[in-house]
């Protein structure tokens, strides 16, 4: 299948973090927190799908701990940047033998960026719990970034939302 069927089978539509996305999945039942607003669902699901022309998953941060599975395609890059301020690469895809992962954890308020950089897309799940809500997600803005992680920032300008 071609990127393009993935998106019309699966009613993918952009994603403002870069890519495509469908959420398929809000639980019914919420919980209260300690966040704005308080209730948010328990879990969400997403597929999440990073194309040869919308290859770059920017640098965003949430709230909630998020787990990704890899389901199609080529493989696709995470950089993260831990709550101590460590850089993490990490490759969620299938090929075991040179190190990829086909799960893989995004705690809560690490950094996370995205990328796939060869191949025509790349397709993967994201469970987040508690749910999506984007007043959990903080998008990077580069001054911020540059004055929090002066070290990382030749590794993170490429995938600061400009
Ligand atoms: N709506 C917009 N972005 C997202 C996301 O990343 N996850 C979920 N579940 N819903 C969204």
Redo the contacts with the bound molecule.
């Keep these: 299948m071609s990127k393009q069927d993935w998106i019309e089978k699966l009613s993918l539509v952009e994603?403002i973090e870069g890519g495509y996305?469908c959420?398929i999945y809000r639980a019914a039942e919420e919980i209260e927190t300690l966040r704005e607003g308080s209730a948010r669902s328990m879990m969400?699901s997403?597929y999440y799908l990073l194309t040869d022309d919308r290859p770059i998953d920017h640098l965003h941060q949430n709230k909630s701990d998020i787990m990704h599975y890899f389901h199609a395609g080529f493989p696709i890059t995470y950089i993260l940047v831990d709550l101590m301020g460590q850089l993490h690469k990490i490759k969620l895809g299938l090929d075991l033998t040179k190190g990829e992962v086909p799960q893989l954890l995004v705690p809560k308020g690490y950094w996370k960026a995205a990328v796939l950089e060869s191949g025509e897309y790349g397709l993967l799940g994201?469970s987040?719990a508690p749910?999506?809500d984007f007043r959990d997600m903080t998008i990077a803005k580069a001054e911020e970034i540059q004055a929090q992680f002066p070290n990382l920032w030749h590794e993170l300008a490429a995938y600061v939302r400009t």
Excluded: L, S
């Design positions: 994603h996305f959420e969400t997403i994201e987040v749910g999506f």
